[in-house]
């Protein structure tokens, strides 16, 4: 049973339809496992103000916060590399 709850912004969730088929299929499980394991191996911690974590799929970031009181993970950005931290 998951711990906690993955939600996508409104922005991330239209970034996901758009992406190609190959990539969002790869791209879903990662988001579906962070349910039980928001920082899973090779994540990363994002510098700067916000709490913000990465996980790498290929050339894709997934970028997320996790709020460990409420058990939420919120995706906020799903973009390729190149246009993700712009």
């Known amino acids: ?39 899973p191996q090779g994540c990363k911690k994002l510098k700067g103000g916000r709490d913000e974590w990465r996980i790498r799929v290929g050339d894709y970031r997934v970028i997320y916060t996790v709020d460990d009181e409420e058990k939420i993970v919120k995706v906020t950005r799903i973009a390729h590399r190149r246009e993700v931290y712009s």
């Open 1 to 39: 049973m998951p711990e906690y709850r993955v939600t996508l912004k409104s922005s991330a969730e239209k970034e996901f339809l758009r992406l190609p088929d190959p990539v969002s299929v790869r791209i879903f499980p990662r988001i579906k496992a962070l349910a039980t394991n928001p920082r």
